[in-house]
């Protein structure tokens, strides 16, 4: 079992950023493929950024590349993912979430943990 718990979501303007950090405890983490995720409301959950256990493979959603990136410390059991040049469209609750593979990445149900969420919201 593995838990998971996201910080740092809060209220930005337009073209401001935000770091956003996992925090991991259980399971050893460094095993793990961690992604990003966001659910606006109304909308489904839609895939943001992925990184696998060491971090030599990234994979981001053409919505935030080049804006977003992830990251992860494996010695502090965190994944980050730091947001710059933030759009109102990015509205959302961030989950972050894990899974034993790097296999379908874009796809939640191949996620076997979740966190429970933080709302990060930019006004315009």
């Known amino acids: 079992q593995v838990q998971l718990a996201e910080f740092g979501g809060g209220l930005v303007q337009t073209g401001g950023s935000l770091r956003l950090s996992c925090a991991a405890s259980?399971?050893?983490?460094?095993?793990?493929?961690m992604g990003w995720f966001r659910q606006a409301p109304g909308k489904e959950r839609e895939f943001v950024a992925a990184?696998?256990?060491?971090?030599?493979?990234?994979y981001y959603a053409d919505s935030v590349k080049g804006r977003f990136t992830i990251s992860r410390d494996n010695a502090k059991n965190t994944v980050y993912l730091q947001m710059n040049s933030l759009k109102p469209e990015d509205t959302a609750v961030y989950y972050c979430?894990?899974?034993?593979?790097?296999?379908?990445?874009?796809?939640?149900?191949?996620?076997?943990?979740w966190g429970q969420g933080t709302q990060v919201t930019v006004s315009s």
């Open positions: 979430a894990a899974q034993k593979l790097w296999d379908n990445i874009r796809n939640a149900g191949q996620y076997d943990y």
């Open positions: 259980g399971r050893p983490f460094n095993i793990y493929t």
């Open positions: 990184i696998n256990w060491s971090g030599g493979n990234i």
